[in-house]
């Protein structure tokens, strides 16, 4: 399949924004992050999807950011198990094998999803990287977030296969559900009681 | 009128209601005990091929509803899983005052079975994958209660059942694309591998089950029991549909292989690790994972006789489990302690939990005149027949199991006996007291319950 032209801008945009999701200690980049993702996920399902249909991605997870950019304490990010030069550094390499494995295997993958290479690298970069930040972490924003960057890459595969208006109608659903219990987990209502 | 609109729709918007009004603790509790029961008696009784008779008139149900192009379908075929799910809400909401649950359990809970039957009734059933990931997430706020930190456990119980959406979409995909292809086979084994581990992350297969034990400490028990009880049965109905509706997958020795080497694993890891277990609640957390090894089990062995010891299994395990679960949310709402060092205080503190929840792991463990074990015994020389190495393990995990039992009882009179008044409510004992009998009834007198449960499978026309 040929190459859209700029290919290589949305595939910059998820790498960067996955990358501070990955890292950033604070939650307003984070959130930044969140929003330039999904930029970059609206921008490549809109090869393969009309733009009316792929905007729904884009808005849904705008919608998502904002729930939890919200509803998040200042500590939401703060990391207990890794000091702040070394865990870096130890995330960026292990970020950087998550790309390399990325332009491996996507030219192979181009037989099993009828798309352009840099779509499927895309793909693969989000559901690597959204795998670390869940193996990485044990705070609810983080686990969200990874979550949320996982469910991107797959549905970027899932794009490139099947255009249905319910599942992605439902996928949003999901997204929107996965923002609000993200909320929950973060805001912590208050205490039991009964009447 | 439709089937749908009764049971899924009606339950779904009387669960908003609740939800809204969710501060009534006791009035929500037994309103969602009350529509359970009542769809579950109107799922048992209303036949839905024929007109039903309302105040003089004659109404037909439709048994279709088309939301998006596609139909959520309820026929009669489904009739007894709606009795079957339905009843075990009904099981569960009714328990709720006694296990304390929180203000969010009833609310939620309804909703939770009104999408799972959502996620069965739509065609085609592909679709199913983001319903059931709907539910898991509406599940969280009631696995975490009102003013708690989430646990590890519900983490990870969210990321591995979120993860299982991905792989049965795409899987379902591969299928679809292997009826235009059939001679694809580096299609076909994609299908599998990704419905498999769709599957495996849905019903907590080897290796991705280490949240069980972990939730089923951190959250109430009686919240967590729910879900393990309903979620994996709703799950196991999808896998049966999917080998319903494609040859190729009921034909493949390698699935049903598959399902046999990962349900053998957990069975007799799960035992392993729980005779050397001292905390109730992880306990708890090994016999959920048996259980689910068992029904893997039963359905590898790729007959009838399996299908039917599957459909049987059900009812001793939802009673089994909600025993065990409201004894331990009984100790905890008494501020017992769930260690097997502090149990023998326990016993003479909540003498009818304690001994509620041993009766309950006997039956789990497959122990004789309890209700595991005319199931267990026929599974155990089904699966003899066919591997002698899988029947020892399996015997191996469920005695793994029964000496967690055993080693419990003996924690349990470790202390001399005090004299004084058990310290559950009346409601609570008669529950508990309740379950007891119906675990040994089921036991001595297992054939109706048997025969009962086969109706559940009328809907796979193909199956075997």
Do not use: C
Not at chain 1, 92 to 102: D, E, G, K, N, P
Not at chain 2, 373 to 386: D, I
Not at chain 2, 431 to 458: D, E, R
């Amino acid at each position: 399949m040929n190459e859209p032209a700029w290919s290589w801008l949305p595939l910059t945009l998820v790498i960067v924004s996955t990358l501070t999701l990955l890292i950033s200690q604070r939650w307003r980049w984070s959130i930044i992050a969140f929003a330039i993702q999904y930029i970059g996920m609206f921008w490549m399902i809109s090869w393969e999807w009309p733009i009316g249909l792929a905007a729904v991605k884009l808005v849904t997870g705008w919608m998502a950011g904002a729930v939890l950019a919200i509803s998040q304490p200042g500590t939401a990010l703060a990391e207990t198990g890794f000091t702040r030069i070394s865990g870096g550094g130890f995330k960026l390499i292990t970020a950087a094998l998550t790309w390399v494995m990325a332009f491996a295997i996507a030219p192979s993958l181009q037989t099993l999803f009828p798309a352009a290479s840099a779509y499927l690298m895309g793909a693969i970069i989000l559901i690597g990287m959204g795998l670390l930040q869940l193996g990485m972490s044990h705070q609810p924003l983080r686990v969200i977030l990874g979550l949320f960057t996982v469910l991107s890459g797959f549905e970027l595969l899932y794009a490139a296969v099947d255009r249905s208006v319910l599942v992605a109608g439902l996928i949003s659903g999901v997204n929107l559900g996965l923002a609000l219990v993200g909320a929950f987990l973060l805001v912590n209502p208050e205490p039991e009681e009964t009447l | 009128m439709s089937t749908v609109t009764f049971w899924i729709f009606v339950p779904f918007g009387v669960s908003i209601l609740l939800v809204l009004f969710n501060r009534f603790i006791r009035i929500t509790r037994w309103i969602a005990a009350g529509v359970t029961l009542g769809l579950a008696l109107a799922a048992a009784f209303v036949n839905f091929d024929e007109l039903v008779l309302l105040g003089g008139r004659a109404y037909e149900l439709s048994t279709s509803f088309s939301v998006l192009g596609r139909q959520l379908v309820l026929n009669s075929n489904d009739r007894f899983f709606l009795v079957l799910v339905y009843g075990l809400g009904a099981f569960w909401f009714l328990g709720a005052p006694a296990a304390g649950t929180h203000r969010l359990f009833a609310p939620l809970g309804l909703a939770i079975i009104a999408i799972l039957v959502a996620s069965l009734a739509v065609e085609p059933f592909l679709y199913a994958a983001p319903l059931v990931e709907l539910a898991v997430l509406v599940s969280i706020p009631m696995l975490v209660a009102p003013g708690r930190p989430a646990g590890q456990g519900v983490l990870r119980y969210l990321i591995f059942m979120t993860l299982g959406m991905p792989f049965i979409l795409l899987g379902g995909w591969a299928l679809n694309a292997i009826e235009i292809n059939p001679a694809n086979d580096t299609l076909l084994l994609e299908a599998m591998l990704l419905l498999g581990l769709g599957l495996a992350f849905w019903l907590a297969i080897l290796p991705f089950y280490t949240w069980l034990p972990l939730l089923s400490g951190e959250s109430q028990p009686y919240n967590a029991a729910f879900l393990f009880s309903l979620l994996p049965t709703v799950v196991f109905f999808l896998m049966l549909n999917f080998l319903d509706a494609f040859a190729f997958l009921r034909n493949s020795p390698v699935f049903f292989q598959g399902l046999q080497l990962a349900g053998t694993i957990m069975v007799a890891t799960a035992g392993i690790w729980a005779a050397f277990q001292r905390d109730l609640t992880r306990l708890f957390g090994y016999a959920v994972i048996q259980e689910t090894g068992f029904a893997l089990l039963a359905i590898s062995l790729h007959s009838e006789t399996g299908l039917a010891l599957f459909a049987a299994g059900l009812v001793p395990r939802l009673i089994g489990f909600g025993l065990f679960a409201l004894s331990l949310s009984v100790m905890q709402s008494r501020n017992v302690s769930l260690r097997f060092e502090d149990e023998g205080l326990a016993f003479w503190q909540v003498p009818i939990a304690s001994l509620a929840s041993l009766v309950a792991i006997f039956s789990i463990s497959g122990l004789p005149l309890l209700a595991g074990f005319p199931v267990r015994q026929p599974l155990l020389e089904e699966l003899g027949a066919g591997s002698i190495a899988v029947a020892i393990w399996a015997l191996i995990g469920s005695a793994g199991m029964m000496y967690g039992g055993l080693r419990y009882l003996s924690a349990l009179f470790r202390r001399e006996p005090t004299t004084g008044q058990p310290g559950e409510g009346w409601y609570q004992i008669a529950l508990l007291s309740a379950g007891v009998v119906m675990l040994f009834v089921a036991g001595v007198f297992p054939t109706p319950m048997i025969s009962m449960m086969l109706n559940v499978l009328s809907g796979f026309a193909n199956l075997f």
